[in-house]
């Protein structure tokens, strides 16, 4: 999939504003070349761009309450370049998988989930 970069969350909450709910917010936002790891304060939304345009597009959306673990490897604490791996209930092995870049802060899509899947 490659790697992550971190996307501006005023840049996104015109596109997100019909599927977020009153009291939702995003979080952080992190593309993926045409697709995209969105965290708000309710779940995790996956959108996945389709077709050659990318006009078409997948919108997956996992409650926090899903997540059953989650880990973040790297070669140290600081922003180098890292993997984040999420499991789902029912799930044995990762079901998202996702490598980001030095420069994009990993450490803040962690506290993310640590701050609504540990609550």
């Known amino acids: 999939m490659g790697h992550a970069s971190e996307v501006s969350v005023e840049k996104l909450a015109k596109e997100f504003q019909p599927i977020l709910l009153e009291d939702e917010r995003i979080e952080r936002a992190y593309k993926l070349i045409r697709d995209m790891l969105?965290?708000?304060?309710k779940r995790l939304i996956l959108v996945n761009k389709q077709g050659l345009t990318g006009s078409k597009a997948d919108y997956q959306s996992?409650?926090?309450?899903?997540?059953k673990t989650f880990s973040m490897e790297s070669a140290g604490i600081g922003d180098l370049d890292a993997e984040l791996k999420i499991w789902l209930t029912g799930e044995d092995t990762p079901t998202i998988k996702q490598d980001f870049?030095?420069?994009?802060?990993i450490n803040q899509a962690y506290r993310v989930l640590s701050k609504y899947v540990l609550k």
């Open 62 to 67: 996992i409650p926090y309450s899903s997540i």
């Open 101 to 105: 870049r030095k420069g994009d802060n």
């Open 38 to 41: 969105v965290f708000t304060n």
